[in-house]
C-alpha cells in the first residue's frame, strides 16, 4: 500500500521567510496530493490540492509542486506570517480514497 | 466547516465497554471516513464507506466496526477489543464525482480511557 513520508517534522521561521515542507510517497498510482492545516485542537482544514496532471499550483502566499518521476511534492509558504504557525500534513491518494497522511510538521513563525 | 457533525466532543471509556462515536453530515456527501490522530503520526485510516449498506476497512480497523444505515450518519464504535483507544477520532466526508473532491473534516472527539 501507499506510504507517505515527511520532513521536516518541525520547522522554526522568521516572519516574512519562506518555509518548505516536503513529502515522498510510494505508489506510482497515486493521482491527488491535498494538503491539510490543523491548529492545536481543531478540524484539518485544506490549504492547496494538486493532482498527478499538473506540475505546480499557487494559491497567493501557498504553492504545491509535484514530480511524478521522483514520487515527491512540496509545500512553499512565502512572506509567512505568525497566523501560518500550525501542523501541516500532506497526504496521497489514488481518486481520494484510501487516504494516506504523513506524520505531519509543525511549523512556528516567529515574529 | 459547517455541514458535518462530531459528537461528543469528548468520550471516557471504561476498560472493556463498547463506546459510539456519532458522525453526521448534511451536504449529501456520498463517501464518509474515520481517522485516528495520535500525536506524531499524522491521520490514520479506519474506514470508510462510498455508499449506503457497503464499508472498507483502512490500515487499523482492528477493534472497531462501523455502520452506515443512512447517507448522513457513519458511526464508529470502538470495541474492548481496542486496547489502546485514547487518540483523537476525525470523521471526514466527500461528495463522488467525476472530478476529485475534497475531504471535508469534522470537528473530531477525543475519547479518553478511564
Known amino acids: 500500500g501507499e506510504n507517505v513520508e515527511q520532513h521536516p517534522s518541525t520547522l522554526s521561521v522568521q516572519e516574512g521567510d519562506s518555509a518548505v515542507i516536503k513529502c515522498t510517497y510510494s505508489d506510482s498510482a497515486s493521482n491527488y496530493f491535498p494538503w491539510y492545516k490543523q491548529e492545536l485542537g481543531k478540524r484539518p482544514q485544506l490549504i492547496i490540492d494538486i493532482r498527478s496532471n499538473v506540475g505546480e499550483k499557487k494559491d497567493q502566499r501557498i504553492a504545491v509542486t509535484l514530480n511524478k518521476t521522483a514520487k515527491h511534492f512540496s509545500l512553499h509558504i512565502t512572506e509567512t506570517q505568525p497566523e501560518d504557525s500550525a501542523v501541516y500534513f500532506c497526504a496521497a491518494s489514488i481518486n481520494n480514497n484510501d487516504m494516506r497522511f504523513g506524520a505531519g510538521t509543525r511549523l512556528t513563525v516567529k515574529p | 466547516d459547517g455541514g458535518i457533525t462530531q459528537s461528543p466532543k469528548y468520550l471516557f471509556r471504561k476498560e472493556g465497554q463498547n463506546v459510539t462515536l456519532s458522525c453526521e453530515q448534511n451536504?449529501?456527501?456520498?463517501?464518509m471516513y474515520w481517522y485516528r490522530q495520535d500525536p506524531g503520526q499524522g491521520l490514520r485510516l479506519i474506514y470508510y464507506?462510498?455508499?449506503?449498506?457497503?464499508?472498507q476497512k483502512g490500515d487499523i480497523a482492528e477493534g472497531y466496526s462501523v455502520s452506515r444505515e443512512k447517507k448522513e450518519s457513519f458511526p464508529l464504535t470502538v470495541t474492548s477489543a481496542q486496547k489502546n483507544p485514547t487518540a483523537f477520532y476525525l470523521c471526514?466526508?466527500?461528495?463522488?464525482?467525476?472530478?476529485?473532491?475534497?475531504?471535508?473534516f469534522g470537528p473530531g472527539t477525543r475519547l479518553l480511557v478511564l
Open positions: 471526514a466526508s466527500r461528495l463522488l464525482a467525476g472530478a476529485v473532491e475534497t475531504q471535508y
Open positions: 464507506s462510498q455508499i449506503v449498506n457497503d464499508f
Open positions: 451536504l449529501n456527501h456520498d463517501a
